[in-house]
Nanobody
């Protein structure tokens, strides 16, 4: 079984910064990529950023130039540095991992964290 635990959310004013962390633990053989998603009230969950084990990175257009995803694979941890935050960034942020389970040997995208609330408001 795999657990993903996010931290770092909070309430900030427009223009300020936050850094989210997500640590994966449990029965992990290999992590192929880790991603951040977000979901605002009434909206579908959207992909924000992805980083692969090879270091490839992708961002959704609305966060390019403001958000930075990084990872520490020795700790199975991914980070999301969010700068110049806007009210439109307000959402619950979720961590997701594409990984192979060490116990079952299966690969899946079903590992999610519990989410962390980010609120940007003056």
């Amino acid at each position: 079984q795999v657990q993903l635990v996010e931290s770092g959310g909070g309430l900030v004013q427009p223009g300020e910064s936050l850094r989210l962390s997500c640590a994966a633990s449990g029965s992990i053989f290999m992590i192929y990529s880790m991603s951040w998603y977000r979901q605002a009230p009434g909206n579908q969950r959207e992909l924000v950023a992805t980083i692969t084990s090879g270091g490839s990175i992708n961002y959704t257009d609305s966060v390019k130039g403001r958000f930075t995803i990084s990872r520490d694979m020795t700790k199975n941890t991914v980070y999301l540095q969010m700068n110049s935050l806007k009210p439109a960034d307000t959402a619950v942020y979720y961590c997701n991992a594409d990984l192979r389970d060490a116990g079952s040997g299966s690969r899946s995208l079903d590992s999610w964290g519990q989410g962390t609330q980010v609120t940007v408001s003056s």
